[in-house]
């Protein structure tokens, strides 16, 4: 006899036919490929930056989910047209991939049309090249509807002229790298509706643009600056903004851990107020569209007065990652405003290590998780602000409220009463003047 039937049974999900888009439970296996170009051998200064960016894209991987299980680096005297690598190095990348239960492989270089539909053809597996993963991190990491649209944005400017080249990988809905995010199933209309699409997302953006901009007026009517946080992923930002703010952002050794800015007050040794901005991290060969769809998010960085350069000290390519934030900074139009390097992890090296750090009047080292070197950082922020000014304020008897905020907000320098009337002379934030009335005299 069969077994009875439970009533109202759900059933469960495999049985359902839903396809979830963008979920993919089982762990992918990546293959990561490194392209040298030129005729030179050995190890060169090229060779040991092309193995330190297929680190970097080890852990860009690991970030959007995947276990690395093999890699391979190349040198080609020119780019293949049709493989990027060549037939040749493509067997030997099938063979390696083959033998390492690969499902997945992934490229240390943006990829023609042409080039991905070969290589899945030849290799028989999926193709994603760096730019793919890092719009994947980004679509993982949203979560503002501003962050969303952003990355709409961006996977969408990327794919628009690959619809012809990919037919058979942006068919599949399976999910799993490179196919999640608010984009994904878009990718399978025509290029009309795709640049339908793209125009709507434009305008949305606009429509963020225009309000942070109306945030940015608000401040600036407040009178208080806004100090940025910028830097390479992963250097440890979101950290020193909790540890200087006491704020709970989240903080991740993942890289991109933070894609949508926050903005929080931080008080001064002063006791003047700044408002301390965390935005998102940088990266070696970071795409112009990504950059591009992000400028509403990195416009914060315009109305900075100051930015702080937070590098990983204890990063061994720390110097080349100094190198591409100060790159992007120029590209962006920030490279006059003034900055300090912070040179956070400081904890993690040994005396020797960080006696060989620089040591100018912009230098400083901090351990953000330790909360050493905090203090003098604050004071730092203070003396390049040059926030204070020294008043000279006739209160009537009756104005306790203005005396109480020059009280906790600067510092008296004289009080005595004339003529019935309060005289302060005090030091006081510039930002703090408009709030104490028109009877103010500076120095």
Known sequence: ML????????????????????????Q?????????????????????????????????AESAGARVVGSSLHRTPEPDSATLVGSGKVREIRKAAQTACASLVVFDHDLTPTQLRNLEQALERKVLDRTQI??????????????????????LNYFLPRLGGRGALLSRLGGGIG??????????????????????????IEGVRAQRALH?????????????????????KSTLFNALTRAEVLTSSRLFATLDPTVR?????????????????????????????????????????????????????????????????????????????????????????????????????????????????????DELLENMTIIDVDLPDAAN????????????????TVDGRLHLRAQVPKWLLPRLGTSVNME
């Open 3 to 26: 077994p009875r039937r439970r009533r109202h049974q759900r059933p469960r999900p495999a049985q359902r036919g839903a396809k979830l888009i963008g979920t993919h439970n089982t």
């Open 28 to 60: 992918e296996k990546a293959f990561l490929v490194g392209w040298i170009p030129g005729r030179f051998r050995g190890v060169l200064p090229s060779h040991q930056d092309a193995e330190a960016s297929l680190d970097e894209l080890r852990a860009l």
């Open 134 to 155: 890092i719009l994947d991190i980004f679509a993982r990491r949203a979560r503002s509807r501003e962050g969303k649209l952003q990355v709409e944005l961006a996977q």
């Open 179 to 204: 196919t999640r995010g608010p984009g994904e199933q878009k990718l399978e209309s025509d290029r009309r509706r795709l640049r339908a699409r793209i125009r709507r997302l434009a305008s949305a």
């Open 216 to 236: 940015r007026a608000h401040r600036r009517e407040l009178e208080l600056p806004t100090v940025a946080l910028v830097g390479y992923t992963n250097a440890g």
């Open 265 to 381: 007050r931080l008080a001064l040794p002063s006791h003047s107020v700044v408002l301390l901005s965390d935005t998102v991290g940088f990266i070696r060969s970071l795409p112009p569209h990504l950059i591009a769809a992000f400028r509403a998010t990195l416009e914060e960085l315009d109305e900075a007065s100051l930015l702080l350069h937070v590098i990983d000290a204890s990063a061994t390519e720390r110097d080349s990652h100094l190198a591409a934030v100060e790159a992007q900074l120029q590209s962006l139009g920030l490279g006059e405003i003034r900055r300090v390097q912070v040179w956070n992890k400081a904890d993690l090296l040994d005396d020797a290590a960080r006696a060989r750090l620089p040591r100018g009047p912009l230098d400083l080292q901090v351990s953000a998780r330790m909360g050493d070197g905090l203090a003098a950082l604050e004071t730092r922020i």
């Open 401 to 416: 409220d203005r005396r109480a905020l020059v009280y906790r907000l600067g510092k008296v320098l004289e009080e005595k």
